[in-house]
């Protein structure tokens, strides 16, 4: 699996606690507890294998936490004679894009001919020949205009199912040179709505980490941690 890119990367937070030892997975379980208890909305929990160095590394396991477009990647293992915790917030990257680009071009394809089709039947039918009857008939059965009006049908239609809680198509869409930037910028822009649920999502899931850190910590008799340890150390929402 490929090195998730830094760019893509909106916080992280680490901290190695001395003289302490716990098990990887049963913290992993208690982080999943304390998430379902927050009832996050479309929140979806996983394994995942990150290298650690790139082709013939090893992996290391990483507990993902999706929802709202973004991923936060937890990671708890030992460290000398300490134990090391860290989380990375990052965009989520979709999965399977040539089988949504592939269907882009399907449906692209499939809405070009329903638009084609009624457009050259109507002047067909059409017995009017004055200067702008022509000029329209020349400009609607272009085929940059109708290849324009379906990729527009096509930006609707993703944008629908984006809106419904769907989003792997919009992430995909993201990605399409010229087309993505449109998108983007008439049915995806960068809001304070979205800025304000990246943090919220990033502080319910920081929330619940530090939750069960201070449960493990407090069994073992060690001391809390301190404000400035619970605090990301790269934050690009702030």
């Known amino acids: 699996m490929p ?64 929802g709202s477009g973004f991923a936060i990647d937890i990671c708890a293992a030992p460290f000398g004679t300490g134990f090391f915790f860290s989380s990375w917030l990052s965009r989520k990257r979709p999965q399977w894009v040539s089988m949504w680009m592939l269907l882009f071009l399907l449906a692209t394809w499939g809405i070009s001919r329903a638009i084609a089709v009624p457009i050259f039947g109507m002047f067909q039918s059409s017995q009017q020949f004055d200067m702008t ?26 944008s629908f199912i984006a809106r419904g809680g769907y989003r792997e198509p919009e992430e ?51 001391r809390a941690l301190a404000p400035e340890d619970r605090k990301p150390l790269l934050d690009r929402l702030g």
């Open 3 to 66: 090195l998730s890119p830094l760019e893509d990367v909106l916080s992280h937070w680490c901290k190695l606690i001395e003289n302490f030892n716990t098990d990887s997975e049963g913290f992993y379980t208690a982080v999943d507890a304390a998430l379902e208890r927050r009832k996050i909305h479309d929140a979806l929990t996983r394994h995942i294998q990150w290298s650690e160095g790139g082709i013939l590394s090893p992996n290391r396991e990483y507990f993902r936490i999706e």
């Open 133 to 158: 009857n022509l000029i329209l008939q020349a400009a609607l059965e272009n085929p940059f205009t109708i290849a324009g009006l379906s990729i527009l049908a096509l930006m609707f239609m993703v």
């Open 172 to 222: 995909v869409m993201l990605l399409i040179p010229v087309v993505g930037w449109v998108y983007e910028r008439w049915f995806a822009p960068i809001t304070f709505y979205r800025l304000d649920t990246a943090a919220m999502f990033r502080a319910t899931v920081h929330n619940a980490v530090l939750e069960v850190i201070d449960d493990l910590t407090t069994q073992k008799g060690l």
